[in-house]
Nanobody
Framework: QVQLVESGGGLVQAGGSLRLSCAAS????????MGWFRQAPGKEREFVAG????????YYADSVKGRFTISRDNAKNTMYLQMNSLKPEDTAVYYC????????????????????WGQGTQVTVSS
């Protein structure tokens, strides 16, 4: 069993920044890719960013590329999402997720490859 707990969400003005954290427990965190997804009201859950198990590769949705940075600290079993230059369209519930595949060489944007999910943290960007 894997437990994921997100934190760091909140209300911020457009152009501002937030840093999300995802604390993991229950499995060897360092052996699995991790991802951030988000879901806005009335919309499907979408991929935001992913990071390889080693932290050596990252992958971003086009909508956040250049503004968001994903990282992980395997010694602390924690993943982060630094969000800069936030826009109202970034408003959503943000979820962290853990990949099912041990030491996968690819970062998936398909949510079906992520078996474990946190409870989500709300990010609201005002205009």
């Amino acid at each position: 069993q894997v437990q994921l707990v997100e934190s760091g969400g909140g209300l911020v003005q457009a152009g501002g920044s937030l840093r999300l954290s995802c604390a993991a427990s229950g499995r060897t965190f360092s052996s699995y890719a991790m991802g951030w997804f988000r879901q806005a009201p009335g919309k499907e859950r979408e991929f935001v960013a992913g990071i390889k198990w080693s932290g050596g590769s990252t992958y971003y949705a086009d909508s956040v590329k250049g503004r968001f940075t994903i990282s992980r600290d395997n010694a602390k079993n924690t993943m982060y999402l630094q969000m800069n230059s936030l826009k109202p369209e970034d408003t959503a519930v943000y979820y962290c997720a853990a990949d099912t595949r041990w030491r996968s060489m690819v970062i998936s944007r398909d949510r079906n490859n992520y078996a474990y999910w946190g409870q989500g943290t709300q990010v609201t960007v005002s205009s």
